[in-house]
């Protein structure tokens, strides 16, 4: 029985990125049974990357964005783009710096068979990426350590099974329809940031199984840096804490109020902190919420 999927990217002036991501989707092994459409937005790119992947991969549906969407809106784009096209079964969502490994898809396929035999339904399966340079994982599942209501977590190391979990990176995602169906995409409050946490635990509580897959599914660097560190002053520290692509700290307190209210005064006064004090912070820490 042939399947259909939708595969989603969004993507702002890294075409060679882009293009060495989309290669490496097109390089793995799918069954022979599956059929993709992939929908790309091009969100105001001026490096000539929407052109670049219309060249080169001339199936890939190009979607042209306003230049001010953001990761979450690009994403939102996307999907509203695939919905409007055909009634897909699943949902494959990737970030366009991610290089694909080229059996990912089969171990995205044993994740479902895995949560359809525990389980008896589908939800969501983040795959997991390792830094090239560091050989750490970057990217992949979360696990809130402290209970779903407090927003402690870290970042799960895969083994080779499947592994619960409640907040998922979207770098490496496959969402199933039934997911869909239930709860929506991504919130329009998110602009960049929080969206796939906000949907990962949205449908972690609404009963579904959220998973990352056994091992990992391909390479990601981890660029979110370092921007509110002591090396930068007080302006740009600010700016960084307000900006879409930074710590936006509006759309992380309505994360914060919607998922753990009992902490939002809490992760208030630790968001500024980081900011105001950045020697005290050590801002690699994957065992709080920030």
């Known amino acids: 029985m042939t399947s259909t999927i939708a595969i989603l990217l969004t993507c702002h002036n890294r075409r060679s990125k882009t293009l060495k991501c989309l290669q490496s989707l097109f390089d793995a092994q799918f069954p022979d049974q599956l059929r993709m459409d992939v929908f790309l937005v091009d969100d105001g790119c001026t490096d000539g990357t929407g052109d670049a992947v219309h060249e080169t991969f001339p199936n890939i549906k190009v979607i042209q964005g306003s230049g001010n969407l953001y990761w979450a809106g690009g994403m939102r ?105 239930e709860i929506g995409f991504f919130d329009n409050e998110f602009t960049h940031g929080f969206a796939d946490y906000d949907f990962s635990l949205r449908a972690f509580k609404a009963g579904f199984p959220v998973y990352i897959t056994p091992n990992e599914c391909g390479f990601c660097e981890d660029d979110h840096g370092d921007n509110w560190s002591s090396s930068k002053n007080l302006k740009k520290r600010i700016q960084y804490l307000k900006s879409p692509t930074g710590l936006a700290y509006k759309e992380y307190l309505f994360y914060g109020k919607r998922h753990f209210p009992k902490y939002v005064r809490r992760m208030y006064f630790k968001v500024w902190a980081k900011t105001l004090f950045p020697s005290l912070w050590h801002f690699k820490s994957k065992n709080d919420n920030l």
């Open 77 to 181: 784009l996307a999907f509203q783009k695939a919905k409007e096209y055909k009634d897909f079964e699943g949902y494959l969502l990737l970030n366009d710096d991610v290089e694909l490994k080229p059996d990912f898809f089969h171990r995205i396929v044993e994740t479902k068979e895995f949560c359809l035999k525990k389980y008896g339904k589908g939800g969501l399966y983040s795959g997991s990426t390792l830094n090239k340079l560091t050989g750490q994982i970057s990217y992949g599942g979360n696990l809130l350590i402290k209970g779903i209501n407090t927003p402690a977590y870290r970042l799960l190391e895969p083994k080779n099974v499947p592994q619960s979990c409640h907040l998922t990176n979207a770098n490496i995602l496959y969402v199933e329809k039934n997911v869909i169906d």
